[in-house]
């Protein structure tokens, strides 16, 4: 049977297990997939049980995503650039390390918001938060070639340390600059493209002065948290008209390169599979 994983600390609440055992059945796999609590000092003895071919592969979340990439064989050029690795390949005892959370990301908006990426030259987005998940979205606006991107934290030393690290990438022609979060209202009108990668949101918490209505009426506001779906952003936004994307199409959509990897069959995201999710997100 072949088995796949996931390791963090802390885990129990992943809702990846429910997700790829949604798919195990689906497509009648002899498989398994499973949560393993992994704390930092036990991660190179982890590997090491990998190295032994009990698993095929599986995910990494926090706090891993950047400590497992020393200990992987190989890693992709994609996971490279963005300096976190979510996704774990084995064969034949060699661990291969890549990063499917831009692909989830791009997926989910090129599903939501067909065209967003239209003229990309000509548009700027504002990326929220300076965190472990902001360097994959980061990268795939890279990617996509957008004009501008403009990163936006609380504490704006750190937004400047990222986009100095993101300028170093191969797209040097899409143009990265870091602000507080209070330029926002500042930059507003210019942006097509909100996505929020901060932990605000989380618990119902809240931004404080950003004033959305100063955005076009065509902009698009992505938010990547997704306890709640409906976060406090997202609802602000509904109410402006303002066209809005929950955070668990990324969630959905990054997982599709691991299954395929490692089970041989590239999974559908329906929406049969979403209802099943927002069950257990309803739960959290
Ligand atoms: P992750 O790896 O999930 O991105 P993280 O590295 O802890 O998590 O980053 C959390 C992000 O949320 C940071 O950008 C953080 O801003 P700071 O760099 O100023 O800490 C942001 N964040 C957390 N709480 C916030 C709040 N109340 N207001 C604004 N930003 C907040």
Redesign the pocket.
Known sequence: MKQAFIIGDPISHSLSPKLHQFWIKKYNIAGSYGAINISNKELALFIKRLKKGEFIGGNIT?PHKENIMRLCDDISEEANEIGAVNTLIIKDKEIFGTNSDWLGFLANLDKNAKGWDKDAQAKQAIVI??????RAIIYALMRRKLSEIHIL???KA?AITLSKQMKLHSYKEVKITAHS?EEFNILAPDISLVIN????GMNN?KFENIALEKLPTSAIINDIVYTPINTPLLLSAKKLHLKTIDGLGMLLFQAILGFESWFGVKPEVDDELISYMLKFLDEK
């Open positions: 926090i938060g300076a965190g472990g998940a902001s934290n609380r504490t750190k979060l990668t901060s932990s605000v918490t």
